[in-house]
């Protein structure tokens, strides 16, 4: 083997091991988790802090359901996360495409605007938010869960700067067929921004998941909690039970895991050519 070849092995093995350790480190809370839910209270509280528990209690899964409505838990996040995405990503690309396709009096400086709410932070616009919503009777509601969250400025901007770079070609076609702006919207503009649509459904669905200060603040019926809400139930005035938490956690991150792996390869896509055009 030459030199230059030897050269090139080293340098790939290398750095092979230094993404093997990256993603080992990355994944070291993960494990941790795991490790955690199958553990009993005695190994938790343990000084040793094993990473393999001596034996593997899988009840603690089964307690999760048993102690929590955890099913009606989970099916209130699937539910206000699919609703809010969906809301948002039909939003946003109609907005994108009214500021990015079409020309109208004070497009750009309307933009700016919608653009400038992003600087105001969220707890500033809760309260509002908040009385707006009693007045309208949506509190404890899935409304006050859902249709708050479908408008959304970044997602404007994500669609707008993406979509004013699609090639206007075919559109000028269309237009030439007789094609409405509504036309040209759904059999043109949808089919060449889905990197842009699924790396914002990806960003909405985990944000939503996630979400734990905005439904704490507009309900308060056990029926409508959500996931974040209800792991609070494992934490009691005087004991934690990390190991159901940790339960409750772990399959809480399944769905924005799986979903994450399956479209990464759009989300990475719609990134990149998010940042380079417009």
């Given at each position: 083997?030459s030199?230059?070849?030897r050269?090139?092995?080293?340098k790939t093995?290398?750095?092979?091991l ?7 480190f990355?994944l070291a809370p993960?494990l ?5 839910s199958?553990k ?9 802090m ?8 899988w009840?603690?899964f089964?307690?999760v359901?048993?102690?929590t ?16 995405t969906?809301?948002?990503v039909?939003?946003s ?13 004070g497009r750009?400086?309307?933009f700016i605007?919608?653009?400038a709410?992003l600087?105001i932070?969220?707890?500033v616009?809760?309260l ?5 919503l009693?007045q309208?009777?949506?509190?404890d509601t899935?409304y006050a869960l859902?249709?708050?969250?479908m408008?959304?400025?970044y997602g404007?901007?994500?669609c707008?700067?993406?979509m ?11 237009m ?6 509504v036309?040209i919207?759904f059999n ?10 699924a790396?914002?459904s ?7 998941w ?12 056990e029926d409508l ?7 609070y139930?494992f934490?009691?005035e005087?004991?934690?039970?990390y ?8 399959m809480m ?15 990475v896509?719609?990134?990149r050519?998010?940042a380079?055009?417009?």
């Amino acid at each position: 083997m030459s030199k230059s070849k030897r050269h090139n092995v080293v340098k790939t093995l290398s750095l092979y091991l230094v993404l093997i350790f990256v993603a080992l480190f990355s994944l070291a809370p993960l494990l941790w988790m795991l490790s955690t839910s199958l553990k009993t209270d005695a190994e938790i509280l343990s000084p040793s802090m094993s990473w393999i528990p001596n034996t593997l209690k899988w009840d603690n899964f089964a307690q999760v359901f048993e102690r929590t409505n955890f099913n009606l838990n989970y099916w209130n996040s699937v539910f206000v996360a699919i609703v809010v995405t969906s809301g948002q990503v039909a939003t946003s690309a109609m907005a994108g495409y009214a500021f990015s396709r079409l020309n109208w009096p004070g497009r750009d400086k309307v933009f700016i605007a919608y653009l400038a709410t992003l600087m105001i932070p969220v707890t500033v616009t809760m309260l509002p938010n908040f009385i707006i919503l009693r007045q309208l009777r949506w509190l404890d509601t899935y409304y006050a869960l859902t249709i708050p969250a479908m408008f959304t400025a970044y997602g404007t901007f994500l669609c707008r700067q993406f979509m004013m770079g699609l090639p206007r070609d075919l559109e000028e076609a269309a237009m030439i067929d007789g094609c409405s702006h509504v036309q040209i919207f759904f059999n043109v503009i949808i089919p060449m921004s889905t990197p842009v649509l699924a790396t914002l459904s990806i960003l909405t669905f985990m944000g939503t998941w996630r979400n734990f200060a905005w439904p704490l603040v507009v309900t308060y019926s056990e029926d409508l909690r959500v996931l974040p809400i209800a792991l609070y139930s494992f934490q009691g005035e005087y004991k934690i039970e990390y190991n159901l938490l940790m339960a409750a956690s772990l399959m809480m991150i399944l769905p924005s895991l799986v979903l994450f792996i399956f479209g990464q390869k759009f989300f990475v896509q719609g990134i990149r050519l998010g940042a380079v055009k417009g």
